[in-house]
């Protein structure tokens, strides 16, 4: 029996450094969106929509920084997919802003529908021995998906309230953030075996 380690590829390496820091600022700027937005989204003003659109865009930036350090493949596909609809929801919500608050929702809810199945499709990919399991990334995605039928549902009802929203950016900052911290813990943790 073979008691070879296997050495971590440099592109492997890389691409955990590069996603580590990915995460993290994604997850340390969903925090500060929520509580930007936890202040001012009471009336919907310039500066309430301003953040609204903000919003799915830092998720089209962070798309985008990804899709550049992806090899090819159906994961590069899903998150430049995934890019171009959060840019879209910003646009929607630039429209919708100016409507209301059940429009409004209905549009992050929608967002948060598919791009919760795009995180959750690309989390599945990403696990393995380089990347780890994925779990927060797999949770947090599963959340979005559910969550963006809720916010369409209470869109639909008596008093859509936009409060939720701020709750759902914390939880996606959190998640990416925890994400961050394990794959520093896995980059520790396959440094030491090959030390």
Known sequence: MSTHTAIPSAPAAGERSSLLRLYLGR??????????FAGAHEDLDALAVTLLVV????DAVSS???HRAL?????RKVTALNGLL?????????????????????VFGAWAVVSGAAQVIVGVRRRGPELGKQWPTLISGGLSFLVGITYNIQAAGDNPSLDVLSVYATGGGVWFILQA??????SRQLRATTA
């Open 27 to 36: 997850g340390i700027l969903a925090v500060a969106w929520a509580l930007a």
């Open 55 to 58: 919003y799915p865009l830092i």
């Open 64 to 66: 985008a920084i990804d």
């Open 71 to 75: 090899p090819h493949g159906s994961q």
């Open 86 to 106: 959060s840019t879209l929801a910003a646009i929607a919500l630039a429209i919708a802003g100016a409507s209301g608050v059940a429009p409004v929702l209905h």
């Open 181 to 186: 911290l394990l794959l520093g813990w896995k």
